[in-house]
């Protein structure tokens, strides 16, 4: 079955932002742009003591305030959670439709370098990429210092798709530990590559929504 595919509708500002950039958006990311969760204003765990306030003292939280609040902050956590599956399965079955309709492309196979990346490469190398990157951020807590073991890692897998473009199999292999998976996403948030759950416009999509400017 056919969407409607306009500035104004759903399918229309998933397809919008997908152009803007190409490569750019999974699913989920497209659904906590497109629906964000409203998390409820806090509400007071203890009514609050004039005494207190004259004292210049916070209000003290016996163990039965605590435990309500943890219980809120668990049953907050659960809400954004099935949130957030809930959008990114209406995101999901509307990427669908708009594959069907040949303005999205499949999902690619293959994990490949953002243009950002490619172009920062012709001059660093992946090791030296990623120092400057880090450089660049602010300056880690003292208690959590960066890990070279991960940075080498994630050089080493750069260094492979910059080569050429890899299956997420040749770069985690049969059996991917945590801090391997973990390269492999810090070298997305960081916009150097494109995973395959990253999704594209087609030429048709593209052309879709440039006639929609003019």
Known sequence: MSIAVTPSSPGGAILSRLVASPGGWTCEALALALHPYRRPPPQPVATPDPRWARLGLAPILTRDT???????????AAAEWVHTVRATGRVSRLMSRLHAQGLVEPRRELITLTDTA??????????GLLAALADAD????EDAPADP?????AASMLGKVADRPRTR????????SGAANRALASLAEAGLIHLP??????EAGIALVRGWTI
Do not use: C, I, S
């Not at 605590?66 to 219980?71: D, I, R």
């Not at 073991?149 to 890692?153: C, G, I, K, S």
């Open 138 to 141: 602010e300056a880690p807590d």
């Open 149 to 153: 073991e991960a940075a080498t890692l």
């Open 118 to 127: 490619q172009r920062l490469l012709v001059t660093r190398t992946p090791v």
């Open 169 to 176: 199999a040749d770069l985690l292999g049969p059996k991917p």
């Open 197 to 202: 759950q990253h999704r594209w416009p087609t």
């Open 66 to 76: 605590y435990g309500a609040w943890l219980a809120a902050q668990d049953a907050h």
